[in-house]
């Protein structure tokens, strides 16, 4: 099947390029991605590939290429902060994880989930625009016979398409321009991010593989890459007075972290100081408020600009995927009907997203308690089933 309908994508993060993979193989060859940066590819950092995205990316065909950079992860544990002492252990075998999530979970590094599926998108008739940084959107009525949407970039480019996915991220200038919404406002968490080559780090126990050190208002977690040659490490603190950005750009002296982590076990510290050039990336973690509807006209919204979570369930990007692939097959379903596709996209996908939005943050308030009990529940109590989502049979 070949659909004619011409959609365009804003935006090559991991929900755009997810969502232009998937919509090529169901049959829509005429997809285009207009994406700010020069070039592609994710800063350096490590991100959790949970069960929900393998099982994304096996029916993409694409877990093969997920496996070629990372071993599944089987021990998971969260560490008391000072001692180091474990608080809770879990090991699940792939076998058990086959059983009772349908897949395993990885930690890959962004750049190679990244290249997973930019090989994976064919680019062929100039479908990948870089160098695109739409600065204005306007589109014609939905019952306007051969109406579209016009997509106006800062480079003076202006193109057409029948209907736009908009996958801009937390500061979309899509959401901001159709939607009724206020600008992202600060949670009150900061976030600081390194990765280390495991050799600076020698002797590091990497048992469990994940390994969690909340305390109040703080929490380290660390977990490797590239099967075992670097270790990727998060540091949080609550600091509701702070002030800063949320960018992938924002390059900070490990000493500040440090400052929060003065009183962590000296692997923890050890870790962080391990950071090359003693510089890690930061984030004053960023959200916006869940929206009843993702839809205005002939432009749809799909993962971080429908919905900016935080990082605490680190199912951000999960989301993102799933929105892609039921969007794609909601769009096959509905054999090319966007309106159809639209509306069936977002009864699908809504509730499930805008949940995870809203407890992502509690989530976080829980892992940082002054209660030493609430630090130590599983990280997925009380959401056990979600995680058991397969966006490629779920019915839609
Ligand atoms: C510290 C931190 C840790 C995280 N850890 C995890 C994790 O472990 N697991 C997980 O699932 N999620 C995690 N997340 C969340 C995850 O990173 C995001 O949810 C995910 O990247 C969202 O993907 P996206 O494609 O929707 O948006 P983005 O990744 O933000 O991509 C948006 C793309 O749009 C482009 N763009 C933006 N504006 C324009 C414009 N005007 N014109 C053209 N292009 C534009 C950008 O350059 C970018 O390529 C984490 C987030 C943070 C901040």
């Not at 997973?116 to 479908?127: D, H, K, M, R, S």
């Amino acid at each position: 099947m070949n659909y004619g309908i011409n959609i365009g994508i804003v935006g090559a993060g991991l929900g755009g390029m997810t969502a232009a993979v998937a919509l090529q193989q169901r049959g829509f060859h005429n997809v285009t991605v207009f994406e700010q940066a020069s070039q592609l590819g994710e800063i350096g950092a490590g991100i959790t590939v949970g069960p929900n995205i393998t099982l994304i990316l096996a029916g993409l065909g694409l877990e093969d290429a997920a496996e070629s950079f990372a071993s599944a992860t089987t021990t998971f544990g969260t560490n008391h902060y000072q001692t180091g002492e474990r608080i809770l252990f879990t090991e699940r075998s792939i076998e058990q994880a086959l059983a009772t999530q349908g897949a395993v979970v990885r930690h890959l590094h962004r750049a190679d989930l990244h290249k997973v599926l930019e090989n994976a998108f064919n680019t062929e008739g100039n479908a990948l625009r870089l160098n695109h940084t739409l600065k204005h959107i306007e589109q014609d009525a939905v019952d306007q016979e051969d109406g579209g949407v016009s997509l106006h970039f800062t480079n003076g480019a202006t193109e057409r398409c029948d209907v736009v996915i908009a996958c801009d991220g937390l500061k979309s200038v899509v959401r901001d321009t159709l939607f009724d919404t206020q600008p992202p406002t600060f949670t009150g968490f900061l976030t600081w991010r390194g990765l280390v080559e495991a050799d600076d780090v020698p002797g590091l126990d990497v048992v469990p593989h994940f390994a969690g050190y909340p305390s109040e208002g703080r929490m380290f977690a660390r977990y490797p890459l590239r099967r075992f040659r670097q270790i990727n490490w998060v540091a949080n603190a609550y600091q509701p007075d702070a002030t800063g950005e949320e960018s992938w750009n924002d390059w900070t002296d490990v000493s500040e972290v440090l400052e929060h982590m003065g009183d962590y076990h000296p692997e923890v510290q050890r870790i962080i100081k391990a950071s090359p050039g003693g510089r890690c990336l930061r984030w004053a973690l960023h959200s916006r408020q869940p929206l009843d509807s993702w839809t205005a006209g002939r432009v749809v919204l799909l993962g971080d600009a429908a919905h900016p979570m935080t990082p605490f369930y680190g199912m951000g990007a999960g989301m993102a995927f799933e929105d892609a692939a039921v969007l794609a097959r909601c769009f096959e379903a509905d054999t090319g009907d966007w309106q159809a596709a639209f509306a069936r996209y977002e009864k699908a996908r809504l509730a499930r997203a805008n949940k995870f939005h809203v407890k992502s943050l509690e989530r976080g308030k829980t892992y940082m308690s002054a209660n030493p009990a609430d630090r130590a529940k599983d990280p997925t109590d009380g959401m056990k089933r979600e995680f058991t989502y397969n966006a490629m049979t779920v019915e839609i």
